[in-house]
Nanobody, 126 residues
Framework: VQLQASGGGLVQAGGSLRLSCAGW????????VGWFRQPPGKEREIVAA????????YFADSVKGRFTISGSGTKETVYLQMNSLKPEDTAVYYC????????????????????WGQGTLVTVSS
């Protein structure tokens, strides 16, 4: 069971990037997803989370209004659209997943996830 995060890169402040988290076949039909990030020298923190139904989402205050989270129709990929990027968004971004029986829950604590991608680096220049 693997997750593959991609889409990171170097972007100027104010720019946009879309990160992708690819899972196994129909991975996200019963798995809630979270995006975390780890800035240089800091702890890993929650950025956004999504119930597998897509009905419920969570965004950290620092990204609210700038980031959105969505899923593909095939239930195999989850996206993190990042707009109006700031230098403080610079970090390694990780996607994570966990089984959820309800379809309505999202999870914001990293300890609640048991599947992780390898991380993708986002660098925002000023």
């Amino acid at each position: 069971v693997q997750l593959q995060a991609s889409g990171g890169g170097l972007v100027q402040a104010g720019g946009s990037l879309r990160l992708s988290c690819a899972g196994w076949k129909r991975a996200f039909s019963h798995h809630a997803v979270g995006w975390f990030r780890q800035p240089p020298g800091k702890e890993r923190e929650i950025v956004a989370a999504r119930s597998w139904s897509g009905r419920n989402t969570y965004f950290a205050d620092s990204v609210k209004g700038r980031f959105t989270i969505s899923g593909s129709g095939t239930k195999e990929t989850v996206y993190l659209q990042m707009n109006s990027l700031k230098p403080e968004d610079t970090a390694v971004y990780y996607c994570a997943a966990r089984f959820d029986s309800t379809g309505s829950r999202f999870y914001t604590d990293r300890s609640e996830y048991n599947f992780w991608g390898q991380g993708t680096l986002v660098t925002v220049s000023s």
